[in-house]
């Protein structure tokens, strides 16, 4: 028998990350395994949110009075991590299921390969993008890079996937909130 003690599921607060969210969930109900949910942020929006303190004064760009506080973002981030999976995901859901939330800053793909191996998961659960076919050709996901290089196995639920309820029905990746 497969067994299933840690759970993995990368989040970038869309609603597109809500099913493999809840997905996990319910799988660490059956299993009795914990989950950690990961939100990573690559160095751009750090770069980003730096240049936002500059003001533009008379000739030019000035730095900010205080310096960028990186712990500062790291904490809102993990706090903004803890608010989504409270407002977002039913109590029910997480009723009963360890939950850790997990905030990096680093290349997002790197970030979710270092919390597997680190977190020893059995798991990862994504939800995969629905992307044009030119943009398949000329990048490949981020679910696709995690599943070549990932030290276990990883599920990827797609944006229009059914998914079979307990009581034997089928809906919607996008109803899963409704269904579960």
């Given at each position: 028998m497969i067994k299933i003690d840690k759970i993995l599921v990368p989040t970038d607060f869309s609603k597109a990350s809500l099913a493999g969210i809840r997905y996990a969930l319910c799988l660490a109900r059956d299993h009795g395994a914990a989950v950690s949910v990961i939100h990573a942020m690559s160095p751009e929006?750090?770069?980003d949110r730096a240049w936002e303190d500059y003001q533009y004064i008379g000739s030019g760009w000035v730095p900010p009075h205080q310096p960028f506080a990186l712990d500062e973002l790291m904490r809102n981030k993990a706090m903004d991590l803890v608010r989504f999976l409270e407002e977002m995901v039913q109590p029910e859901l997480r009723k009963g299921v360890r939950i850790t939330p997990l905030v990096r800053m680093?290349?997002?793909?790197?970030?979710?390969?270092?919390?597997a191996k680190e977190?020893?998961?059995?798991?990862?659960?994504?939800t995969s993008?629905?992307?044009?076919?030119?943009?398949?050709?000329?990048?490949?996901?981020?679910?696709?890079?995690?599943?070549?290089?990932?030290?276990?196995?990883?599920?990827?639920?797609?944006?229009?996937?059914?998914i079979r309820t307990e009581s034997g029905g089928r809906v919607s990746v996008q109803q899963f909130q409704l269904a579960a």
């Open positions: 929006i750090m770069r680093g290349e997002v793909v790197d970030e979710i390969l270092t919390a977190t020893q998961c059995d798991l990862i659960v994504m993008r629905e992307r044009s076919w030119l943009g398949r050709l000329v990048t490949s996901s981020l679910t696709q890079q995690v599943v070549r290089s990932a030290p276990c196995p990883v599920l990827s639920i797609q944006p229009w996937a059914q």
